[in-house]
C-alpha cells in the first residue's frame, strides 16, 4: 500500500518543479521559520542521490537526465523544508526520536530492504536523513495514537481495495522484437542452441529501452497487450520461449514466459486480519498526512533566488 508520508523511501519521488534551480542563489537556498537550509547542504545531498542514481544507470548529462536531475533537486530541497519543519515541531512539543515505539516503526520499514546498507542508500537517494526519518516517525507515534477503526471501516476499506487482496490472471514475460519474420526465427535458432535470452534482446530487439531491461515487460494482465501476443504469452508453458515467431501490429516477437498465476479473487473472510492492518495503517497515514499538510501551510518559508518552487 502507498504511503505518501513515506514515499521518499520507497523510490516514488513527488515532485514540484524549481523554476531555474540551477541558478545560484547565495549561501542558503530556503529559510525555514527563519533557520536557514545552507546551500552547500543540499548540494550534498543532490550529489549523494546522483551518485547513486549513476550507479544504476542514470545518465545525467542526456537531456532525460538534466530533467530527472532538476526534478530530484526540487525534491530534495523540499524534502529538506519539511524536514525543518518536522524538526522545529519536535522541539517545541518537547519530543524524543529515541522512543522504543519510533525504533521499532523504524525496524520496520528496514525490513523491506535486504540489509542495512540497502537501506541506508534508499534514505540517500531521496535525499533524507536517518536522523530526519526518525523525526517524521515520532511525530507520526504522536499524532496517530489515538486512531483507531471499526468493523465497518475495515470491511469498507476493502470494497474500496479489493485489488490489493485478488488479482485477475497474469502472465510474466520478457519479449525480443525485431522487424521480419526470419529475424525471429534465427532468434530462436540460436535459442535452440543454448543462448542466452536476455542477452540476445539488449542486442537485437528492436524496443525502446530493451537494452536497459533485456526485454522484461513484468507482470500483465488480459486485455494489456496487443491480441496475438497476449494469446500466445498465455498459452505458452512458463519456463519456454516462443517455437515460433509471433506476429503484432509491432513486428514479430520472440517470447520467452517467466511465471503465469491464476486468478485469485478477492474474499474478506480470508483477508480479514490483513484488512484490518491495513485499514487501520490508511487511517493513521490520512490524519498524519492532513497534520503535516497543515504544518507547511501554517510555516513560513522564504525561499533564494532561483530556488522557488513553481506555484509557491
Known sequence: MKRPWLALITGVLTVALVSGCSVAGGKWVAKVN????????????????????????????????????TQLKSSILDRLVQGRIIAQEIRKQGLSSSDPKVKQEEEGLK???????????????????????????????????DVNVTDSDVKTYFDQNQGQYG??????????????EDEAKAIIAQLKTGADFTQLAKEKSIEPGAKESGGELGTFGRGQMDADFEK????????????????????????????????????????????????????????FQTYVNDLLTKAK????QGFKPAGK
Not at 114 to 125: N, T, V
Open 34 to 69: 527563519g533557520e536557514s537550509i545552507p546551500m552547500n547542504e543540499l548540494d550534498q545531498r543532490l550529489a549523494a542521490s546522483e551518485a547513486l542514481y549513476q550507479a544504476q544507470g542514470a545518465d545525467f548529462k542526456s537531456d532525460q537526465g538534466k530533467q530527472m536531475e
Open 301 to 304: 518559508v522564504d525561499y533564494a
Open 232 to 287: 500466445a504469452a498465455f498459452t505458452q508453458a512458463v519456463g519456454t520461449f516462443s517455437q515460433s515467431p509471433v506476429k503484432s501490429q509491432f513486428g514479430y516477437h520472440v517470447i520467452f514466459v517467466e511465471a503465469h498465476q491464476p486468478e485469485v479473487k478477492a474474499d474478506f473472510e480470508k483477508s480479514r486480519t490483513q484488512v484490518g492492518q491495513d485499514a487501520l495503517t490508511a487511517a493513521k497515514d490520512q490524519k
Open 167 to 180: 488479482h485477475p490472471e497474469q502472465v510474466q514475460a520478457k519479449h525480443i522484437l525485431v522487424k521480419t
Open 111 to 145: 525490513k523491506n530492504f535486504a540489509d542495512e546498507a540497502k537501506f541506508q542508500d534508499a534514505l540517500k537517494q531521496q535525499g533524507m536523513t536517518e536522523p530526519e526519518l526518525l523525526d517524521f516517525l515520532t511525530i507520526y507515534q504522536k499524532v496517530t495514537a
